[in-house]
């Protein structure tokens, strides 16, 4: 687990931030600690593992669609694992190759080691006869808030 959740006020989470980035929401007084790291300090505050805003942010337009697509989004969707052979994932892999028309959305993409994402090349996974272990499928906001 990397950086800071950021939970809400009623304790809905937010977004991930950075070590750094949550120690200012600290100073500015925009969040308290909700669980800390108890023997490690920065300053007078504990290393945070989740911080808590003060105040309630509307977060309407997170529930009318899900989250938008970014690389990082399908590593965490996939646990870094390889879609293709289960390995340690750094890639991301175009199931309908973009040469083809195929787009970054969730279905489309999924998180590929190096070596499969070559081998693989410009091919669909049926053409590479390499078959997907996993099937890509849009997350919900809790499910990359875990990751």
Do not use: F
């Not at 272990?133 to 849009?138: A, D, E, Q």
């Amino acid at each position: 687990m990397t950086g800071v959740l950021v939970l809400n006020a009623d304790l809905g989470p937010l977004h991930r931030v950075t070590v750094r980035h949550a120690i200012r929401m600290l100073l500015r007084e925009v969040a308290v600690v909700h669980e800390a790291e108890g023997d490690r300090l920065i300053g007078i505050y504990p290393i945070p593992r989740v911080v808590r805003l003060v105040t309630y942010v509307v977060t309407r337009w997170r529930h009318n669609r899900g989250p938008t697509w970014t690389r990082a989004g399908v590593l965490a969707r996939d646990g870094h694992r390889c879609a293709y052979c289960g390995g340690k994932a750094t890639t991301v892999d175009h199931v309908l190759p973009s040469s083809r028309g195929g787009t970054n959305t969730w279905a489309n993409t999924v998180a590929a080691c190096y070596v499969c994402n070559q081998r693989k090349g410009d091919r669909t996974p049926a053409e590479a006869r390499m078959p997907l272990l996993v099937r890509p499928t849009t997350p919900t906001w809790a499910a990359l808030a875990r990751r």
